[in-house]
């Protein structure tokens, strides 16, 4: 029997929804914001009213939008996500954030180097992980993330000895911002005074 193209996201979608629900990491507000949005998306790939039917493309171009979260995301909720689906034998290819970061000896996105900092311990040791990457390349993430946090320690360091934000930094600092602020790392490398006065050097900023 021929399998529905549709069959695959469909069953993702209830995926998620468990996931999501029962994640101890989301807050109440994320939730309600990705159950409505599956929610939608599932209504969006399943109408047959006349006029809104969507073709191939658009099909194809709600999925990817509907895996974004699960394809740019670190975390333990993440790595259920992707057993599930391999589990369920569905067939949706991951585009897996660690072996970008082997590959470029980086992270896209600051979110994933939020995410690999604050899960990684926990991480490394999941099934999920071990069988998918050797230990060299365990601990090459490892240093990647390590060196994330230097560098971005680093450029906040000197904005904060010069008293400024270069203009060409500008947006590389608010990323390290929010590195910091959701990695509760802050404590580490600044004192409470210090951090106050890196804000107000921010907020000061004149372009």
Request: some cysteine; hydrophobic content about 35%.
């Amino acid at each position: 029997m021929k399998k529905n193209p549709l069959d695959d996201i469909l069953r993702t979608i209830e995926i998620h929804d468990k996931i999501v629900a029962a994640s101890s990491e989301l807050d109440d507000k994320s939730k309600r914001a990705m159950l409505n949005f599956s929610s939608y998306t599932k209504r969006l790939l399943t109408t047959q009213e006349v006029g809104r039917k969507l073709n191939a493309y658009q099909r194809k171009s709600a999925t990817s939008e509907f895996l974004n979260y699960w394809n740019y995301s670190i975390s333990p909720d993440t790595e259920k996500f992707w057993d599930k689906i391999k589990a369920n034998g569905i067939t949706i290819e991951r585009k897996d954030p660690f072996r970008f970061a082997l590959e470029k000896n980086r992270f896209i996105r600051v979110e994933l180097g939020i995410g690999a900092r604050k899960y990684w311990t926990e991480l490394k040791t999941l099934k999920a992980i071990t069988n998918r990457f050797s230990e060299t390349e365990i601990s090459k993430i490892g240093e990647i993330i390590a060196e994330d946090e230097n560098k971005r320690i680093g450029i906040l360091k000197k904005c904060l000895a010069k008293k400024n934000i270069p203009k060409s930094q500008y947006l590389k600092f608010g990323e390290c911002w929010a590195y910091f602020t959701n990695t509760g790392l802050f404590p580490k490398y600044m004192n409470e005074k210090e951090v106050n006065e890196l804000y107000v050097i921010w907020k000061n900023f004149k372009s």
